[in-house]
Structures are given as C-alpha cells and as structure tokens.
C-alpha cells in the first residue's frame, strides 16, 4: 500500500484588518532607522570617526562596558546558579529583586546609587573616610552604573540555561568522585556556556546604550565619563551629524548583538 501524501497547506489570506496595522507598525520601526542611515553624512564619515570626542567617548564606552560585563559575569553567575539550584526560603523575592532593574527607570537607578555610594550614602560615606574612594562622577561610577542595569540580562540568561541543562552529566561527576568546585569548572560550566555567552553579550549591549543611570551617577564629563549615548545627547545641541555618527556606531553594535543571537533567539523553526 502506498502511503497516503496530505494535502499541501493552502496558503491563508491575510486579512485586510490585520494587514493595514502591520505595515504601519513595520514602518513606525523601520523608518526611524532609515531616516539616520539616509541622513548619515557618509561623505565626511571618516573625518568625523577620527575628532577626539569622537574616540573619547568610543573609547570610553568600551572600556567600561567591557568591564561592567566581567563584574556581571564575575557576580551574576554565582546568583543565577544560587537562583537555579538551590531551594531556599525567599527564593521568588530574591528573583524579584535581581530583576527589578530590568524594569526600573534607569533614573532612579541613578538616584539610588547615588543614595548608596555617593559620598554621603550608606556605603560611599565609608569608603570616602576609609579609604578616600569616591565613586560618583568617575569612570568607575560609570561601570557602576552599567553594572546595575545590565546584571539581570546575565542572570535571567544563566539561570534559564542551568534549569535547562541535564543535571545528570553533574551527578555522574560527582559520583566519579569528582569535588563540587571541580564539576562546577568542568561540568557545569560547559554545558551552560551558550547561555552565559548570550547573557554576556546582552550585557554588554546593555551597558554600552546606557544613559539614565549613568548620567545621574556619574555626570557627563568629556572623556572621564562620557559615554557614547552621552555625547549623543550633548551632540544634539551643538552638531547635529555628530550626533549621527555615534548613534549609527551605536546602531552597528545593536545590530552586531542581533547577529550573535540569531542562532539563539530569533532563529525560526
């Protein structure tokens, strides 16, 4: 007998009501993009990359967005592991707390940090008289700053890798005699690093556009803390194709964050 074939999907018809608004939106979010790469002054684009606030404030931007990124790994994976793995007593408020910044505005995030490690804050008064570290309005403020709002992209990554992974490849260690520490390193690690690569970049990405906090916090100094969405803003008054060059730089590494994605997030079945 030979094996019935199904009928090939007819091909719907796309309803005029739903039609209509989804144009419009697509082009609500794509013209916005269009009008900055028509308006780019592309003739003078090389000129304008190589002007010192230009660089200042590119250089800047890397500098402490990478670091942010190390701290939210260095302090991140702790707390996703913490979060996926251990029952404990006030779990979901921990949780809640961890990604509280993900919808906090980041003005108020800047308003608490300065209420926490300003110079007459909880921990900044101490460490002003201790140790004569004042955070605010410094590049290390600025790392601060996107430290706090970046952190939960790389815990709510994490964590959703380590309830994904098989944790019998863990056990199996551990029962090789294998130390905690050891299958953390060796076991767990590997097999959650394509979540922990995500959430690294997401975090990345994350401090690098950061502007709320930041400019609360840290204020907006010329090459101590201006970052790029800082000069933007300050461009905007002043020179306007500044301003164009550092969001289209902005634009590429949103777009460069996209693309290591892909595979991830918006890949289709």
């Known amino acids: 007998m030979t094996a019935k074939t199904s009928a090939p999907a007819r091909r719907q018809r796309i309803p005029a009501a739903l039609l209509i608004p989804a144009l419009l939106g697509l082009a609500f979010l794509t013209l916005p993009l269009a009008g900055l790469l028509i308006r780019a002054p ?13 660089l200042d404030a590119l250089r800047l931007s890397l500098v402490t967005a990478t670091a942010s990124t190390g701290l939210c790994l260095l302090f991140g994976i702790p707390i996703a592991w913490l979060l996926a793995r251990v029952e404990f007593r006030g779990r979901s408020l921990v949780r809640a707390l961890v990604t509280v910044p993900l919808v906090l505005p980041p003005v108020v995030g800047g308003v608490a940090l300065l209420l926490v ?4 804050g909880l ?80 975090c990345w990405a994350r401090a690098l556009g950061e502007f709320g906090a930041t400019i609360t916090f840290a204020g907006n100094f010329p090459g101590r803390t201006q970052t790029m969405p800082l000069a933007v803003y300050l461009a905007l008054e002043t020179d306007l194709e500044a301003a164009i060059v550092l969001s289209l730089i902005l634009l590429a590494a949103s777009v460069t964050v996209l693309a290591c994605l892909r595979e991830r997030w918006t890949a289709t079945p």
């Open 117 to 120: 490690f300003g110079r007459g």
């Open 42 to 54: 592309w003739s003078t684009m090389p000129q304008r990359l190589a002007e010192p606030e230009v």
């Open 123 to 202: 921990v900044g008064a101490w460490l002003d008289e201790a140790f004569g570290i004042t955070l605010p309005f410094s590049t290390a403020g600025v790392v601060l700053a996107m430290t706090f709002v970046a952190m939960p992209f790389l815990v709510v990554s994490v964590e959703g890798a380590l309830r994904g992974a098989d944790i019998r490849y863990e056990e199996a260690a551990a029962t090789l005699g294998a130390g905690r520490w050891t299958v953390f390193t060796r076991v767990t690690l590997p097999l959650v690093a394509p979540g922990i690569a995500a959430g690294a970049v997401l």
